[in-house]
Every structure is written in C-alpha cells, then in structure tokens.
C-alpha cells in the first residue's frame, strides 16, 4: 500500500530517530523495490555512500575511495536511481545528507559491519590474527599506557598494521560510531547504547604534592583535603579535569585575589607545576610508574574507598575485527600490573562529557 506524503514524512522521522539503532523497521517504497530486486546495490556502492558522508566532498571521498570523482558519482547516481530517492544534497557545500539519507547511510554502516564478520569468522577458525587496526587513546592514558604493550604486541602480531592516534572522549566515541575508528581506549562509562565497553582495569588517582606543602606530612589524603586554590588542573576538554572536580566536588569558580590562572595541556605540565610553583595536582596511577624516587616521595594516596577511574576497550556495538580486537585486549592485560585489573574497596569517579 503506497503511503501518502505525511505518512512518508513520519515514517522518515520516526526512523530518524530510531537510526541509532542500526537499522529501521520501518518499510517505505525503496524498501519493497530492494525486497523484490535483491541484486539493485552492492557492497563498493556502500562503501561510496559512507565515505561521501564521512568527508562531505566528491573529491576526498573518491580519493580516499582510490577511485576517481566521475566514477564514485556515477556509482552514487546508479544507487539513487535504483532507490528513487535523494540521498544527498549537492547544492550545498560541503554536501549533506538528505532526511531519507540519514537512515539509508545507517543501514548501510550496519550492513557494511555485518559484512565485515565473514572475514572475522574466517580469520577466527584459521587463527589468523592480521590486517588494520584504528585505535583511538585518550591523551592522560597514551603516553603511559602505550610503551607497556605497544612493542610485545607488534612482535607477537607481524602481521597487523596498528594505527593509534590520540583523541578527546567526545571525538573518539564519535569515530567509533562513524565506522572510522575499531576500538578505542578511554574512560567508562560511556553510557551511550551504541558503544560496547570490555573493561580493562581501574586506575587509582593519587596526589602530587610540592615539597613544602603542608599535605606533604600526610600519610593518606581526603577528598575535602584539596584546596581549589592550590590544585592545578588539565585544560577543558580531558575527561580527567571533569573527573578530578567531581572527585573534589569542584565547580567552575575564580577566585577573589588569585593573580594567575593556568590549566595544563598534559600530565607532565602539572607535575612541572607543581614542582615550580608549589601546591598540589592529582595524578592517574600509570602516570607515576617511572617517577623518580624523588618525586615518588611526593605522592600521596587517598584514604580508602580510593577513587580510581574504569579504562575500558571500547567498540561499535556492531564491532567488527574481533581476532585482532581480542588480541589487543589480551596484550594490554598482560602489561598492566595485575592488582589494578582487580577492584578492591574503591570507588569509579564518573566523568561527565
């Protein structure tokens, strides 16, 4: 039964809403057609819609389609014509897509997902650990995490090609959804139901006093022990800043009489600080492993329940590339110190995002 023009534009919103999903149930004209016309489009041709919607522009996308412009339009005009439908707008710069293509671009990064588990299922019974994997890190873990299983992993998998690059919480959790990253490593809970999160271990927060500061004497520390006045912090944007502030119970303020403000781009920049400038900073566990005995004497822990953070593998809910995925997790379980894979009397600060 055809739909009348209301009916088609709910139909469209409603899958709109549901695309994060994965897939609309809900059946329009271009639907039945694909029904009775099984072979109308093929994988390359969804490949070509993604990678439109993931650059915006006819150039990029047919360059990093390794394909000309004329022939990635061409392909693009065939797969409208076969829908009957729009699916992006072209007279605008750079392009976007339609209403309809919002759900048909979904569909096809589920298709293109599911597609992608015969070569896992393959690569599984074969024992065949090897291809490309895109990870995305968090800048507080990288630079501590990484040196602990990058090498061991590389030798024991020659046959993987590993991409890292360091990303915010927010950009990464969004290159997941877009297909354009496999996995990432950050701070859980996400709570976003298109994500999968496999834990890995808790990392417990310790502080970082100067030399002469009167916490220096303490054995353990209190959360209300911080003073906001003398606690530096990482710039907006680190999910550790939103941590530390909830763990502290910290707002946003300026205070009367503080003649200099400074929020540090790195972990190594508040250690500095401190250093220089006295006070205090709050440091993730990793972050201290290579200390010097010298800065060593400088940490204090917290009194028990100790806060940690949750790091947690996280994927697209219809992650593909699990051999390698699997292989990942396992290498970094095996470099991270074994009592922080357990969680003890603790609790996990949230992060808000």
């Known amino acids: 039964m055809e739909l009348l023009p209301d009916q088609k534009r709910q139909t469209v919103r409603q899958c709109l809403e549901n695309r994060s999903k994965g897939i609309c149930t809900y059946r329009i004209g271009f639907i039945d057609n694909f029904i009775s016309k099984p ?4 994988l390359v041709q969804l490949a070509y819609l993604i990678a439109l919607d993931t650059h915006r522009q006819l150039t990029l996308a047919a360059e990093k389609s390794h394909i000309s412009q004329p022939a990635l339009t061409v392909q ?7 829908l009957g439908v729009k699916l992006f707008d072209r007279s605008k710069q750079p392009v976007v897509p339609t209403e309809i293509g919002q759900i ?5 990064r589920v298709i293109l997902q599911e597609s992608q588990r015969i070569t896992d299922i393959v690569q599984t ?11 995305g890190i968090i800048p507080t873990l990288a630079p501590y995490l990484l040196p602990l299983f990058l090498a061991q992993f590389l030798r024991n998998f020659p046959l993987v090609t590993l991409r890292v690059r360091e990303l915010p919480t927010d950009t990464l959790a969004q290159l997941l959804k877009a297909g354009q990253l496999d996995a990432g490593i950050a701070v859980a809970p996400l709570a976003d139901d298109r994500l999968y999160e496999h834990r890995l271990f808790y990392e417990e927060f310790v502080v970082y006093v100067a030399a002469n500061d009167h916490h220096h004497d303490k054995q353990f520390v209190l959360a209300e022990d911080i003073e906001p006045d003398q606690l530096w912090l990482l710039e907006e944007g680190h999910c550790m800043r939103s941590q530390i502030m909830n763990l502290c119970e910290l707002r946003r303020q300026h205070l009367d009489g503080q003649q200099f403000y400074y929020e540090a781009g790195s972990i190594e920049g508040l250690k500095k600080m401190v250093d220089r400038h006295g006070g205090m900073t709050v440091l993730p566990e990793l972050a201290t492993l290579d200390m010097p005995p010298l800065q060593q004497a400088q940490l204090r822990r917290f009194a028990r329940p100790v ?8 994927t697209h809910r219809h992650y593909v590339k699990q051999p390698l995925i699997d292989a990942l997790k396992a290498e970094i379980l095996r ?19």
């Open 104 to 108: 048909v671009i979904a569909q096809a």
């Open 76 to 82: 693009l005009q065939k797969l409208e014509e076969e």
């Open 335 to 353: 470099a991270v110190p074994s009592q922080m894979q357990r969680p003890g009397l603790v609790v996990v600060v949230g992060v808000d995002l």
């Open 39 to 42: 072979d109308s489009m093929t």
């Open 307 to 314: 806060p940690v953070r949750e790091i947690s593998l996280i």
């Open 125 to 135: 019974y074969k024992q065949d650990v090897s291809g490309e994997l895109r990870v």
